[in-house]
């Protein structure tokens, strides 16, 4: 149990240290940090003099000799008073610190997890915390409780809290509603278990982020009270020899500079290391969390390089109608390890009102296939080689200034995901309303006219509401509808679309597939569908291209690639097709009872 | 044995609303369902019909506002937290996204490790276990040490039905448990799920949008539909010659991996669409 606790410790941190080390600006400030918490241990038993010993014949003596950095106005060993006050501030900050982490924290898990009359009290007391200027209650406490600095910081760490409460309480209530908590929850762990272990390991980082800043803001308040004069003066802090320095500024001016010096050069290495642990740790979730798929695929990349794809029949269905042609396109991402190919080589053709479907798995390349198409690959990612030639234009050698040409007039595009395609700040009206007036440069009134006959053909019940609607007001099948809407609003010759009705019920899906297959009679459109569903093929599409790994395998008329299909991998792929087979059948004849309806 | 595993009667889940005057959003609204030992009951619907709420009402993460779920008849809804615990060995989850039903930042062995270290099982024997349970699934034996982005989607899922497994449940709430997966993946989890059924005498609950997927794999079927249990009976029935017209609008738009089958289909569909019009008005 402690060998797995231990091994789960260090896999997700593996090697902060290190990576902290390797960092020049992180790693000066821990050596700092690292130098300052030897004073805070050692700091009195290293103190050559009592701090607070003042002896009058030496009454700001200069630097050197006796005293290696001279004495202050009543006589007192500037060094001594460094070391112990080093010590009495930075202890004095951890324990704001301390203060503020255990009521933000505690308050926020519990808060977070629970909700409930908790969550109520606990957010309005922040709330009400975090309305109080923070120098008034200071003052105010000094004045009822007296000038010790661990009083002040104690009452800091109060007002501080809110910090860690407003962090860890949004971190949790998101960690609340991961399926993984609910899986623990389901295998029996408890709840004090699930905290400690799933929801503390989420918002460790941030908070160890946080505490660095939130250190440095106490030491800074800290020290500004005692430059104040509000410390106890038996006390040596940085603060109060800031403020011995202050009141000698013109006969000895060095003494404002060791205080000064210190709480600058702690403050500023706390703020480093706060942001390169930001980097390290939350930089290093994220790429944590990328989806590796098809990362099996990409062995077997290289081994299909030399296959060409299967073909049935004649490639092209009818000679004067092609519209678009893809030959040996090869696109490529560029990652720290040099170019990774993702897609090897993909020939492809669509003509005028044809359906061609490009099908195949997760991180097959179609999607990747489909966007360089429309030079919109994501960041990195470019062609390395081949032509797509739209209508008899070159796309690749054309560069932007022929794909803002095509993009809108001469492809529209769907995407999956309808709702994370429209702009939630914008009404759908407007949405559909400014591709028309760049484009097509209608005016705002035949702009409106347009877009409303369009959420009418795409089958919008009630045009004139869903036009003034924001996109969250509407279903996805609807947002699916005026996505398609606004893709074929400039009647563009292609559509791309790129799993359609993925994220859709079955009952709206074959609306908006009958949508399509409606709106490629109508418009004499051409349509590229990426899809994975073979019963969305058989719908729609007349031709196919099975893709795999970056390949196409295998591309011919939909009916022969269904009924004649050769390579492997499509047969293997229609295999794995449920539909039509047959039912599993009751469990046992003998007792046999329906589910009371 | 003719005493059903689990059984559901009548349950009613409401969501709070947000203010006082608001009365909620009622999920489920008198679902009843019964489900054998060693039987696959798959729950077929569109989003928003329930399906994946009762299952976790099941599970106890849905508040059961009205009604009861026995389990071995014993009243298994509205029990506290303690006592919901004391259930892990009997009823068990799999989810449908492989992706977030994994701590991230956990090794596989921790993951799996942690129902059994939960139920106070020492190391020595939750390594063993681990050890069975990762060749239960098909995965290599040094997985455990793995986090899981190291593994795909259909890994991942085979890592969360051993989660699934590790205690031994009688009942395996499978929400959506296929849906995220390649074709390929699919078949070849539901082959699993459907082996492991055969040595341990499993049950489950199959909660899917996919009626062919439900047709795959369940004994028997039920339908819902706004919070409603619209249709239920046998698997091969209710998927190929459904009684309700909800069931059969749903059979007919799912599209068949066939050009001609599927241009049938939408013939059928259009003229059920045709005749639900012209009847919609008397």
Not at chain 1, 542 to 551: A, F, L, P
Request: with cysteine; charged share 20%.
């Amino acid at each position: 149990m402690t060998q797995e606790t231990a091994r789960r410790r260090r896999a997700p941190g593996r090697g902060l240290l290190a990576r902290l080390f390797a960092n020049p600006a992180s790693a000066v400030s821990l050596a700092f940090l690292f130098s300052v918490a030897i004073v805070v241990v050692l700091g009195e038993p290293l103190a050559p003099r009592d701090p607070n010993h003042s002896s009058l014949y030496d009454i700001l003596s200069a630097p050197g000799g006796e005293y290696p950095l001279g004495t202050d106005g009543a006589g007192r060993d500037v060094l001594s008073r460094l070391l112990v006050a080093t010590r009495v501030s930075v202890l004095a900050a951890l324990l704001a610190l301390a203060v503020s982490l255990v009521l933000g924290v505690a308050g926020g898990m519990l808060a977070g997890y629970y909700g409930g009359w908790f969550d109520t009290v606990s957010t309005w007391l922040t709330s009400l915390v975090m309305s109080l200027p923070a120098i008034v209650v200071l003052l105010a406490a000094r004045a009822v409780l007296g000038p010790s600095v661990w009083l002040s910081m104690a009452v800091f760490g109060v007002i501080l809290s809110p910090v860690f409460f407003r962090l860890v309480y949004s971190l949790v209530s998101s960690v609340r509603e991961e399926l993984y908590v609910d899986a623990a929850r389901v295998s029996g762990l408890g709840d004090a278990r699930i905290m400690g272990r799933h929801i503390l390991a989420v918002v460790r980082a941030p908070i160890i982020v946080q505490a660095a800043i939130v250190t440095s803001t106490a030491i800074a308040v800290q020290s500004g009270l005692e430059f104040l004069g509000l410390g106890d003066s038996s006390v040596p802090t940085w603060g109060g020899m800031l403020n011995e320095g202050f009141a000698n500024i013109y006969r000895a001016p060095m003494l404002l500079l060791w205080p000064a010096l210190t709480i600058a050069l702690t403050s500023v290495a706390l703020a480093m290391l706060a942001n390169t642990l930001r980097d390290e740790l939350e930089g290093g979730n994220r790429s944590a969390e990328g989806r590796g798929d098809g990362e099996g695929d990409k062995e077997n990349g290289s081994r299909e390089a030399a296959h060409a794809p299967i073909r049935h029949g004649a490639e092209q269905a009818d000679a004067g109608r092609e519209l678009l042609t893809v030959r040996g396109l090869r696109v490529g991402y560029r990652t720290p390890a040099g170019i990774t190919e993702v897609v090897h080589g993909v020939d492809l053709s669509v003509g005028r009102g044809e359906v061609h479907g490009l099908v195949g798995e997760s991180g097959s390349g179609k999607t990747q296939t489909a966007f360089a198409v429309m030079g919109l690959l994501s960041r990195g990612g470019r062609v390395l080689e081949g032509s797509v030639s739209f209508d008899g234009e070159d796309l690749v050698t054309g560069g932007e200034s022929a794909l803002a040409r095509i993009r809108g007039r001469g492809i529209g595009y769907v995407p999956q995901e309808p709702m994370s395609n429209l702009d939630p700040s914008f009404t759908i009206g407007s949405q559909l309303v400014e591709p028309l007036r760049v484009c097509l440069g209608m005016d705002r009134r035949a702009a409106r006219a347009r877009a409303l006959e369009l959420l009418e053909r795409v089958g919008i019940p009630d045009p004139e509401r869903t036009f003034s609607s924001y996109p969250h007001q509407v279903s996805g099948g609807m947002a699916q509808r005026v996505l398609i809407a606004g893709a074929v609003s400039t009647e563009p010759a292609l559509l791309i679309a790129d799993e359609p009705t993925t994220a859709l019920d079955v009952t709206v899906q074959a609306e908006v597939l009958d949508l399509l297959r409606d709106l490629r009679q109508d418009l004499d459109m051409g349509v590229l569908l990426v899809t994975h569903d073979f019963g969305v093929v058989a719908d729609l599409c007349d031709r196919v291209s099975v893709m795999r790994s970056g390949h196409i395998v295998e591309t011919g008329p939909t009916r022969e690639i269904f009924h004649r299909a050769r390579h492997p991998y499509t047969r293997s792929l229609l295999d794995s097709i449920l539909d039509g087979g047959g039912a599993r059948g009751p469990l046992a004849p003998t007792d046999r009872k329906g589910v009371t309806p | 044995m003719t005493d059903p595993l689990l059984d559901v009667r009548d349950v009613e889940v409401r969501y709070p609303g947000r203010g006082l005057r608001s009365s909620g959003f009622l999920a489920l609204r008198g679902v009843s369902l019964d489900i054998r030992e060693g039987e696959t009951v798959g729950l077929v619907g569109e989003s928003g019909s329930g399906k994946t709420t009762l299952g976790r009402a099941i599970l106890g993460l849905a508040p059961v506002t009205s009604g009861g779920i026995g389990y071995r008849g014993r009243e298994i809804s509205g029990l506290s937290r303690r006592q919901r615990r004391a259930l892990s060995d009997q009823i068990q989850v799999v989810f449908q996204d492989p992706y977030s039903s994994l701590n991230p930042s956990m090794t596989i062995e921790a993951i799996l490790g942690e129902p059994l270290t939960a139920r106070g099982r020492t190391g020595g024997e939750a390594g063993r276990r681990i050890a069975e349970l990762l060749e239960r699934v098909a995965l290599p034996s040094d997985a455990g040490r793995r986090l899981p982005r190291e593994f795909s989607g259909g890994q991942r899922q085979r890592i969360a039905i051993a989660r699934a497994l590790a205690l031994e449940p009688r009942l395996i709430v499978c929400d959506e448990a296929v849906s995220a997966l390649d074709l390929s993946n699919r078949a070849r989890i539901l082959r699993l799920l459907t082996e492991i059924q055969e040595t341990t005498g499993v049950s489950y609950l199959f909660v899917s949008h996919d009626l062919a997927v439900v047709r795959h794999i369940s004994h028997r079927v039920a339908v819902m539909y706004r919070g409603e249990i619209v249709e239920s009976g046998d698997g091969d029935t209710v998927t190929s010659d459904p009684a309700h017209p909800y069931t059969r609008r749903l059979l007919l738009a799912a599209p068949v991996p066939d050009p001609d089958l599927q241009a049938r289909r939408r013939r059928e569909r259009a003229a059920l669409s045709d005749r639900e019009n012209h009847e919609r008005p008397a």
